[in-house]
């Protein structure tokens, strides 16, 4: 089911503030989908989400090689019958202000994330919302 990004209701935006595991997909240099458990926060209010990472893991390499236009992404998350699909466009971001509000954020969701300083942020502009929650 397809939600405008725009209004969400409450319960929607509520299933997205609990702690869940979600999946981030991303497509490898050549085409296959590359699918890994990580933390994502949602910003209903920018249409922004976010995920932390190394810079070096697999899942920020293919957003970097996509370059400044930016790679198709979907994060997951799912509880029983509950679920929802956040599918956009994801850019790395590396500015200090970007990945301390994303570590923020994300502390604010799950708990404080350990020191990493190769931490960056796939940040996802939310184009469409699927889901049932």
């Not at 702690?19 to 991303?26: E, G, M, N, V, Y």
């Not at 956009?88 to 350990?114: C, H, I, K, S």
Request: aromatic share 6%.
């Amino acid at each position: 089911m397809a939600h405008d990004p725009r209004e969400l209701d409450d319960a929607f935006l509520a299933f997205w503030r609990e702690r869940h595991i979600s999946t981030l997909t991303t497509a490898r240099p050549d085409g296959t989908p590359h699918v890994v458990p990580v933390g994502v926060t949602f910003d209903p209010a920018t249409g922004t989400a976010r995920v932390i990472t190394s810079r070096t893991s697999r899942k920020a390499r293919n957003v970097a090689a996509a370059g400044p236009e930016g790679l198709p992404v979907a994060v997951c998350q799912v509880d029983r019958a509950r679920w929802s699909t956040l599918e956009g466009t994801a850019v790395l971001r590396d500015e200090p202000a970007q990945v301390a509000d994303a570590e923020r954020r994300y502390a604010e969701r799950y708990r404080t994330p350990r020191e990493n300083p190769d931490r960056v942020v796939i940040e996802i502009t939310v184009r469409r919302v699927l889901g049932r929650a």
